[in-house]
């Protein structure tokens, strides 16, 4: 059973910064791509940035210049770093990953965190 574990999330004011982690655990043995959606109350969920395992990345024109995402392949981590936010960047934000290759030599695909709640305001 894989679980994606997001931390980092908190109230900030804006201007401010925060960083957001998320861990996948349990037994399986890679991890393709990753990224961070978010969703705001009375929206759709919608994509903020993502990362191949080689390290390509894309953003949503919102946040670029604003956010950095990262990844150590070796702790299963990826990271966002939210730079210069924004009261629009309040949301919950959830971590992906979009396939894993699972120890019976099958891929597994769409997992989802449980979110971590950022709000941006004064």
């Known amino acids: 059973q894989v679980q994606l574990v997001e931390s980092g999330g908190g109230l900030v004011q804006p201007g401010g910064s925060l960083r957001l982690s998320c861990a996948a655990s349990g037994s399986f043995r890679r991890i393709n791509a990753m990224g961070w959606y978010r969703q705001a109350p009375g929206k759709q969920r919608e994509l903020v940035a993502t990362?191949?395992?080689?390290?390509?990345?894309v953003y949503a024109d919102s946040v670029k210049g604003r956010f950095t995402i990262s990844r150590d392949n070796a702790k299963n981590t990826v990271y966002m770093q939210m730079n210069s936010l924004k009261p629009e960047d309040t949301a919950v934000y959830y971590c992906n990953a979009d396939r894993i290759l699972q120890m019976t030599m099958t891929w597994g695909y769409d997992y989802w965190g449980q979110g971590t709640q950022v709000t941006v305001s004064s």
């Open positions: 990362i191949t395992r080689d390290g390509s990345t």
